[in-house]
């Protein structure tokens, strides 16, 4: 059983799903509900062919507590009905939490993909999530290099006094991203109203970024700067983001082009002409390398350390001085070099999936 329901857990699911069917596994989709909007939800299952959730929980909104507990509570009650083998999550959101805790409490195993990650920031509460679920997950799939050593430093490797087995397999989103190239949306930049390397694309949705007045005024400033640099900023908004700019009063400049969240073919078209992107999305920072776009997170750290140690992503939090060095280093990105070969090697080259699919087999045989 799969549990998703946050934006970036069905851009994970499309390939898992599809190696998954290709292995012969049975899969049953549930779909927590946390994620909900046209345009943050359903968009996505239509035009990347995702398979219909079986169960659609329906779970939304209310504090993290109150959100995760009655996913937890839901969860359970599917996972006795349903009598899953194992339970598969992917990430670091709420639902991620939520499906694990169901699964463990009822001694079903739980298989983790995009295991290890760490910001180290306690404060945030996808790295509560990554912590507690990697500590309970049966199967850990690591994306990258650092994510195992992180693991490794809290216990979590092969094998281990209670089994967890730990497995580097690379990135599922660039499954998705190499199996989905062919139908980007490039003509979204015309749609959009702006040129082809004139704009800088931005998301920004974190609670860090979003939920004061300061913050919220510090990230459009940094937008704006970026702007003198490129023109225009592109901004699809996550609906927290909307909602949080009402309630505060706070006005975008004019040069930042606020616009509806983009579904996946569009947003991928409209980063791979962009000049710049600006995020604090985990995802979007490696999609921008995997675009060949130069990066800057408008974050204090990242999970993505490979990214910045090759040069191609600049944290700079709502830093303004670490903003200008970042932006008179834009230039120095190399994306022919061996830097890049090296680190796209790193992400598996699209073979990710099938080795959740191979191992999650292994584990359902035995
Ligand atoms: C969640 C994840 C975050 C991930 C992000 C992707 C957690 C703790 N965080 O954050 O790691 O990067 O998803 O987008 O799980 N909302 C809508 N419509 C929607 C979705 C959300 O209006 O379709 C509103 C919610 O009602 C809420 C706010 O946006 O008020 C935040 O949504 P929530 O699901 O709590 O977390 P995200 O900020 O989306």
Same mark, same amino acid.
């Given at each position: ?35 909900? $909007? ?24 209310? =504090? ?7 996913? #937890? ?26 499906? !694990?805790?169901?699964?463990?409490? @009822? ?13 180290? $920031? ?10 507690? #679920?990697?500590?309970?997950?049966? *199967?850990?799939? +690591? ?9 490794? =430093?809290? !216990? ?8 967890? /087995?730990?497995?580097?397999?690379? &990135? ?16 979204? #930049?015309?749609? *959009? ?19 004061? #007045?300061?913050? %919220? ?5 940094? %937008? ?37 969240? *983009? ?12 000049? %710049?992107?600006?995020?604090? =999305? ?6 921008? @390398?995997?675009?060949?776009?130069? +990066? ?22 709502? &830093? /303004? $001085? ?8 834009? $230039?120095? +990105? ?19 999936? =099938? ?8 584990? *359902?045989?035995?």
């Amino acid at each position: 059983m799969t549990v998703i329901g946050a934006r970036p857990q069905f851009i994970k699911a499309v390939s898992v799903s599809r190696a998954l069917a290709g292995s012969g596994a049975e899969e049953l989709l549930v779909h927590t509900g946390q994620h909900y $909007d046209e345009k943050m939800s359903a968009i996505f299952f239509d035009e990347l062919g995702i398979p219909k959730p079986r169960y659609n929980l329906g779970i939304h909104g209310g =504090s993290h507590g109150q959100m995760t507990g009655k996913m #937890v509570a839901a969860i359970e009650q599917v996972l006795l009905d349903e009598e899953p083998k194992a339970v598969l999550v992917f990430g670091d959101t709420n639902s991620t939490l939520a499906a !694990g805790l169901a699964a463990v409490k @009822l001694h079903i195993p739980v298989i983790h993909v995009e295991a290890g990650l760490r910001s180290f $920031d306690r404060g945030m509460p996808e790295e509560i999530n990554r912590v507690v #679920v990697d500590q309970i997950s049966s *199967l850990l799939f +690591c994306p990258t290099k650092p994510a195992i050593t992180n693991l490794r =430093s809290e !216990g979590i490797y092969g094998d281990n006094r209670l089994g967890q /087995r730990v497995v580097k397999n690379g &990135d599922v989103m660039l499954d998705t991203f190499e199996a989905m190239r062919p139908w980007f949306n490039h003509t979204i #930049v015309g749609a *959009l109203g702006v040129e082809p390397q004139k704009y800088a694309l931005a998301t920004v949705h974190r609670a860090d970024n979003t939920d004061s #007045v300061n913050a %919220l005024r510090d990230v459009f400033g940094m %937008l704006d700067r970026a702007a003198d640099r490129v023109g225009t900023v592109v901004f699809p908004m996550h609906p927290r983001t909307r909602a949080r700019l009402g309630q505060l009063g706070v006005e975008p400049p004019a040069r930042v082009k606020m616009v509806e969240p *983009l579904g996946y073919l569009d947003m991928m078209g409209a980063l791979h002409s962009a000049a %710049l992107l600006l995020t604090d =999305s985990g995802g979007m920072q490696k999609e921008a @390398l995997w675009a060949r776009v130069p +990066c800057i997170t408008l974050r204090p750290h990242t999970e993505w350390i490979e990214t910045v140690e090759a040069g191609f992503n600049q944290i700079v939090g709502r &830093d /303004r $001085d670490r903003l200008e060095r970042a932006i008179s280093q834009l $230039d120095g +990105c190399d994306f022919e070099g061996t830097a890049y070969r090296d680190l796209m090697t790193g992400y598996g080259s699209g073979r990710a999936a =099938s080795i959740v699919a191979e191992e999650t087999m292994s584990l *359902l045989e035995r």
